[in-house]
């Protein structure tokens, strides 16, 4: 009995061992997707080369932003590699940091017309396949207000007030990008949660 009791304890601690490691895992592999998004912003910045629509409403703040991107994916593999805070602390920050900083991207960039949006479904997606069920739905969240307030800048600032014309196009765009962001977050969590309880039975049938 004490025996199996020794075996069970084990058998869930190399599960637990096993988590972590790949939680690191798919943390290093996001933020080398990050990385790259960040240096091929930057690049694209500091170019001096205009290729519209990135950085066409606002060049300073897109390359102040890329700049601050890419610093934070640099600073990010450092952490990773070196493990110097833990998994979820690092994870909800650098979820935080994509939404707040691809949401400058896209303002600096004709906002959701340019596209850049689209890059929040990433995003999201990559937390979601990282962090619990509440931290998944505060950040698709995050990122649809994130998106609203955008938005409601522009019409503000760019709206019937100030333009020839009264546009309202972006709050199409908006909600339909918000429901793509909630429907995100629920299918990769939900797959992430499926492909977590099938390595946890392999593990126990010892495959």
Known sequence: M???????????AESQTAFTTENWRLLRAF?????????????????GTMIPPFGEAGPGLFRNT?????????GAAAI???????????????????????????????????GIGLLLL???AGASLMLGTRLTILFA??????????????FL????????RWRTDGYTQMGVLGIGLFATAAFSHFLARRLRATEE???QRGV
């Open 2 to 12: 004490a025996s199996g009791f020794l075996s069970a304890a084990m058998s869930a």
């Open 31 to 47: 933020n080398f997707y990050r990385l790259i998004l960040a240096l091929a912003a930057s690049a694209l910045a500091l170019s």
């Open 66 to 74: 890329s700049l601050v991107y890419l610093v934070v994916a640099l």
């Open 80 to 114: 990773i590699q070196l493990r110097w805070t833990a998994f979820e602390p690092l994870a909800t920050l650098l979820a935080f940091a994509d939404v707040v900083l691809i949401t400058l991207l896209m303002h600096s960039s004709q906002g959701l017309e340019s």
């Open 122 to 124: 990433v995003a999201i």
């Open 141 to 154: 969240a995050l990122a649809t207000i994130a998106i609203g307030l955008e938005v409601n800048w522009v």
């Open 157 to 164: 600032t760019q709206g019937e007030w100030n333009a020839s």
């Open 201 to 203: 039975l392999a593990q």
